[in-house]
């Protein structure tokens, strides 16, 4: 197997947070794990990112600055190009999601989270495609 071949086997995750921390935080948890991560504070233009990056998973807060990461779930699932990508919301403001509607997300991690929580439900997605 080429080196081109073993990094196309390497799983993309792309994480979207406006807080730097939390975005150093979960890359410093998922590259070590095998993952390669792409960490953005902010998306003018979430297909192109796609398009650009090529997740096989995506991570967003639902807190977002300029746009609520619900309304990009539901751009992301909506579209017959990007639908079939798990997304899985992170956020500490759960009551706030399950008022406001599902927008079509794969799953949901509650901020703070439990380090094994985030790899088992990445994992999940990742290769059994099974949804909680």
Do not use: W
């Amino acid at each position: 197997m080429s080196s081109d071949e073993k990094r196309s086997k390497v799983p993309k995750i792309m994480i979207i947070d406006d807080q730097q921390d939390i975005l150093d935080l979960m890359s410093d948890l998922l590259t070590p794990e095998g993952y390669q991560v792409t960490a953005l504070k902010q998306v003018e233009d979430i297909f192109l990112e796609i398009e650009k990056n090529k997740p096989d998973i995506i991570l967003i807060d639902f807190l977002l600055s300029g746009i609520n990461g619900g309304e990009l779930c539901a751009q992301i699932k909506k579209n017959p190009k990007t639908g079939h990508i798990p997304v899985i919301f992170l956020s500490a403001h759960s009551r706030v999601l399950e008022s406001l509607g599902h927008y079509g997300y794969d799953d949901f991690i509650a901020k703070p989270f439990d380090i094994t929580d985030v790899l088992t439900t990445i994992d999940r997605h990742l290769h059994s495609g099974v949804k909680k």
